[in-house]
């Protein structure tokens, strides 16, 4: 039961690749951007953690609230990079949290979306961020090298698992 729309909002899985003049939505107005859209992932879980339809208080539930990032590149200029990410809730009262940024390359955009560990506080990329630039890395060259450099993807030439440590 979602309040919004957000397939209406927010660009889906199988736009990536397309290029366009996207109109993103931020807290206040859009931000416009002429570029390609790489990738998308949502750590959205179907089955909540609690008794009832929606959580009330702020126990986790990752049907209730969950991250959306997603990936662009520009189309013209200086072909930055920018990561639009989404904490999304379904919660009466909350809103979508909203942020982004440009990245001058490919590295710089993998560096921003590093996660510390929670123990050992090494940063790495996992998870929902991990899924979307593996679609991500279909697209553009440039980030499949970055994202291979830091062990995100297994390498063209090596079948090497990724390890955490
Ligand atoms: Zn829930």
């Known amino acids: 039961m979602s309040r919004i729309d957000r397939e209406e909002l927010y660009p889906q899985p199988d736009e990536a690749g397309e290029e366009d003049l996207w109109k993103l939505p931020l807290a206040y107005g859009d931000l416009e951007i002429e570029a390609r859209f790489l990738g998308v992932a949502s750590s959205q879980q179907s089955g909540h953690s609690h008794p009832g339809e929606i959580v009330t208080d702020k126990r986790k539930c990752a049907q209730c609230r969950w991250f959306e990032p997603r ?19 379904d919660v009466p009262g909350e809103k979508d949290l909203i942020r982004y940024r440009y990245a001058r390359d490919a590295y710089e955009a993998v560096s921003n979306m590093k996660t510390p560990h929670p123990q050992t506080g090494v940063r790495a990329i996992v998870g929902v961020t991990k899924r979307m630039f593996e679609q ?26 990724w390890r955490t440590a």
């Not at 990936?71 to 809730?89: D, M, V």
């Not at 970055?146 to 390498?155: D, Q, R, S, Y």
């Open 71 to 89: 990936i662009f590149r520009e189309t013209g200029g200086e072909r930055r990079y920018i990561l639009y990410t989404i904490g999304c809730s």
């Open 136 to 161: 991500a890395a279909a697209f553009d060259p440039e980030l499949k090298t970055a994202l291979e450099e830091v062990g995100a993807l297994p390498t063209d030439d090596d079948n090497r698992t």
